[in-house]
């Protein structure tokens, strides 16, 4: 029996029970001092903690663990996205750590991660703890896939993805760092100010022992359904490109990592519970967005649509959506995949089973008030930007 196996044995039988400010990172222009350690040093009941509860709703089942994503196209959007440009305001996404990557080409002031499984905002606090464990790409890898750094991590800072997939490929797990950084990662999400269960806590391990047990080789699963063959690994993931042949993971440079790093640093991150079709959390949002002064950049939905239409709520999500308060250049990222539909998407990318889109806001609000979204196709075939 595995590891994971085992600790997922013990978390079904386990009994329910019932930002936080670190240290500044590196000072701008000091390129080659290393990054200061973060620190997890502030008491509960914090405004990371009471925003988390103040934009949340009670979570919802989804069918799949999405630990990473299922969407190797996820970075086809970057190019457009530049040139329209997307900047500042508040990012708003669903899913895991391909939002670093949209984060880091987009630099909001906040990042608002929105998901309808409780499982999404306890992996987000795993990555937060990692971050503070870690002063660059090098380390929190290390400490994502429970692997030693380099002797020199310090130095890591201008080495390609390819040479740190090639590093961590080449060195198996340490148990005692393992057991240590476990540890580490429960003093970290304890001090978030966010009340935790048991079960909570076992969970983010469970995640995170994921990440160890497979480590670059981990896949995206879904639950009853043998993994796909089209399902990419993390190893993957991380050394995609957008359209023009750029890596552009936010774990590909050193400063895309940083400025992830500083967000995380300052509790800017901040992972929800909600359903984006749901009546209480993405409104909250709307208002909190209102309240100070800003504007959504960029909203992230992945394929959640296609689930959202299936069901009938999609009315619900688009009424949602306009409450946001958004500008001309606010976008929406959605996710197409071919497989169930027989046939790739004109914007397709060979060799991918997914097709990223892009739409402005606006332009999503004009088509649903004119009628014009009665079905998935009308959603997915018309009025997506240039790539």
Not at 46 to 73: C, H, K, M, Q
Not at 143 to 152: K, Q, S, V, W
Not at 186 to 203: H, K, M, N, Y
Not at 359 to 386: C, K
């Amino acid at each position: 029996m595995s590891v994971r196996l085992a600790r997922a044995l013990g978390l079904a039988l386990a009994t329910q029970l019932a930002a936080c400010g670190m240290g500044a990172p590196r000072p701008p222009g000091d390129r080659d001092a290393p990054p200061r350690p973060l620190r997890v040093a502030v008491p509960p009941e914090t405004t990371f903690a009471r925003l988390v509860e103040r934009l949340s709703e009670p979570g919802g089942f989804f069918d799949s663990d999405n630990i990473i994503s299922n969407e190797t196209s996820y970075l086809h959007v970057l190019d457009a996205m530049q040139r329209l440009p997307v900047r500042g305001g508040i990012y708003l996404g669903v899913g895991p750590d391909q939002n670093f990557s949209y984060i880091a080409a987009v630099r909001p002031t906040m990042a608002l991660m929105i998901d309808i499984r409780r499982d999404n905002l306890l992996e987000h606090l795993l990555f937060r703890a990692l971050f503070a464990m870690s002063a660059n790409r090098a380390e929190y890898l290390a400490n994502l896939l429970g692997r030693p750094a380099p002797r020199d991590a310090a130095r890591w800072g201008g080495r390609s993805i390819e040479q740190l997939v090639e590093y961590f490929d080449a060195t198996p797990a340490d148990s005692s760092l393992v057991e240590a950084n476990r540890a580490r990662v429960a003093a970290a999400v304890r001090d978030f100010g966010i009340p935790l269960s048991s079960i909570d806590l076992e969970t983010i391990h469970r995640i995170h022992d994921a990440f160890i047990d497979d480590s670059l080789s981990l896949r995206y699963s879904s639950l009853g359904r043998a993994p796909r063959p089209y399902h990419p690994t993390y190893r993957m993931l991380l050394l995609e490109h957008d359209r023009a042949g750029r890596q552009a993971s936010f774990l590909a440079h050193e400063d895309d990592f940083q400025f992830v790093r500083s967000m995380e640093a300052r509790g800017l991150v901040v992972p929800v519970v909600g359903n984006l079709a749901g009546d209480r959390a993405m409104r909250e949002v709307a208002r909190f967005v209102a309240e100070r002064g800003e504007r959504i950049s960029a909203l992230y939905v992945s394929n959640v649509e296609q689930y959202l239409m299936r069901d009938g709520s999609f009315s619900r999500f688009a009424e949602n959506v306009k409450l946001l308060p958004h500008d001309e250049r606010s976008v929406i990222i959605r996710s197409f995949f071919n497989a169930p539909f027989g046939s790739a998407h004109p914007l397709n990318v060979p060799g991918h089973a997914s097709t990223q889109l892009l739409q402005t806001i606006d332009s999503f609000v004009a088509e649903y008030d004119r009628g014009m979204l009665r079905t998935y196709y009308d959603l997915v075939g018309r009025n997506f930007l240039d790539p």
